[in-house]
């Protein structure tokens, strides 16, 4: 089955640095890739979509400069949260449509748990 | 906007039993896709089941079934023989027929018990 990889899967950090996520695609081709944040014992909440060779297009109220998303090729997209701060500490799942077999399947990263310290 | 509600926060059942996971849902749309993803302690995302609106004929995957009813708007999951592993947040998701962004319920912690 298809797979798709998470670096790394978790992460501290002191407040103010950046810190960059990938996600990975091993086995297929991802033109589009979906970046989620979840706190703890709640429900997965989109952020963006990115698109290989394009602009992210970010969901309303996610601040773009704060969290810059590049998916720089077919099998890789990366997640930057800039200047961070503890209230930026999640957990963040990115997932990839397998876009040559059927569009309504979504494979998700295992996830990469980020605390802010 | 179409949203997803799921109405049952916790769930508990004994091993071996039968439980019932309630989702609805709101959209405008004719074409689209429904599915139960499981999340395990482990937080991974796991697909359950997937539902075309478009088939009348409900899913079924092994012990996992769903009782889907479009005019109600309506995506229930039924787990049969509950196993321990099956422990989990149960999350229903919805997709239009035109896009590939999901849209997630809020979730329901199943506890599986002996």
């Known amino acids: 089955g298809a797979v798709v990889s998470q670096h790394p899967s978790w992460v501290i950090c002191k407040s103010g640095t950046s810190v960059k996520i990938e996600c990975r695609s091993l086995d297929f081709q991802a033109t589009t890739m979906f970046w989620y944040r979840q706190f703890p014992k709640q429900s997965l909440m989109l952020m963006a979509t990115?698109?290989?060779?394009?602009?992210?297009?970010?969901e309303q109220g996610v601040e773009k400069d704060k969290f810059l998303i590049n998916h720089a090729s077919l099998t890789l997209s990366t997640l930057t949260v800039t200047s961070a701060h503890p209230e930026d500490s999640s957990f963040y799942i990115c997932s990839a449509p397998w876009t040559s077999r059927r569009l309504d399947t979504q494979y998700f990263g295992p996830g990469t748990r980020l605390t802010v310290l | 906007a179409q949203t997803v509600t799921q109405s049952q926060p916790e769930m508990s059942v004994q091993e071996a039993e039968t439980v019932t996971l309630s989702c609805t849902y709101d959209t405008s749309e004719n074409n689209y896709y429904l599915f139960w993803y499981k999340q395990p302690p482990s937080r991974q995302m796991i697909l359950v089941i997937r539902?075309?609106?478009?088939?009348?004929q409900n899913a079924t995957e092994n012990r996992f079934s769903v009782n889907f009813q479009k005019a109600a708007k309506s995506f229930s999951l039924k787990i049969s023989d509950s196993q321990l592993g099956d422990t989990a947040m149960y999350f229903c998701a919805y997709l239009t027929g035109t896009a590939s962004k999901l849209t997630f319920g809020t979730g329901t912690r199943l506890q599986v018990t002996l």
């Open positions: 990115s698109n290989e060779g394009s602009k992210a297009t970010y």
């Open positions: 539902q075309e609106a478009y088939k009348q």
